[in-house]
Nanobody, 124 residues
Framework: VQLVESGGGLVQAGGSLRLSCVAS????????MGWFRQTPGKEREFVAA????????YLADSVKGRFTISRDNAKTTVYLQMSNLKPEDAAVYYC??????????????????WGQGTQVTVSS
């Protein structure tokens, strides 16, 4: 499975961005997809996740009410809509996919495939 993110950029605090992640390859094996973010010197942290064929979605407490995760199975694409962005949301955002059915989707270690990351910068 190959993952390619896009949509990052520079935005003012309070603004919005939508990240996209296109999956290709053996996507029929995918159980879930997630978004994680990382800043220098810190561990990669969970942001949002969705089951690929189920309806369950998960959001980190820090982004609830501001971020939404969605998917388009026909396009094998997962989106992260980010609104009311704060300076602390600035990070490199990574898309990830797991083929381990039934696994927790909020843990970094359970993901098998990762994108290259896209930078989100929020100016105050």
């Amino acid at each position: 499975v190959q993952l390619v993110e896009s949509g990052g950029g520079l935005v003012q605090a309070g603004g919005s961005l939508r990240l996209s992640c296109v999956a290709s390859g053996r996507t029929f094996n995918v159980y879930g997809m997630g978004w994680f973010r990382q800043t220098p010197g810190k561990e990669r942290e969970f942001v949002a996740a969705t089951q690929w064929t189920g309806g369950s979605t998960y959001l980190a407490d820090s982004v609830k009410g501001r971020f939404t995760i969605s998917r388009d199975n026909a396009k094998t694409t997962v989106y992260l809509q980010m609104s009311n962005l704060k300076p602390e949301d600035a990070a490199v955002y990574y898309c990830a996919a797991t083929v381990r059915w039934g696994t927790t989707l909020i843990e970094t270690n359970w993901y098998d495939y990762w994108g290259q990351g896209t930078q989100v910068t929020v100016s105050s």
